[in-house]
């Protein structure tokens, strides 16, 4: 086995590493939510919410690398 062939997968994780960002901060906001929920630890569970508008911001910028949005916007100022 050479050192392409084992490079190859952390190559091809790191194209869609805004992804796995994304996907990771959805996973670790859920997972403290559903915990605060259930010990009933309101003050865990809102500020686990917080994860959510970073996790979209890199969804986002994961999507326009990907060219899923224009980069020119539809919002023009005057």
């Given at each position: ?18 992804y796995l960002l994304a ?56």
């Amino acid at each position: 086995m050479d050192a392409d062939a084992l490079l190859r997968p952390f190559a091809l994780l790191m194209e869609y590493r805004m992804y796995l960002l994304a996907v990771s901060g959805f996973l670790i906001a859920g997972a403290a939510v559903t915990y605060g929920l259930r010990t009933e630890d309101t003050v865990m569970a809102l500020g686990a919410l917080l994860f959510l508008p970073n996790a979209l911001v890199l969804l986002g910028v994961g999507l326009r690398e990907r060219g899923w949005f224009d980069e020119s916007s539809s919002i023009t100022p005057e």
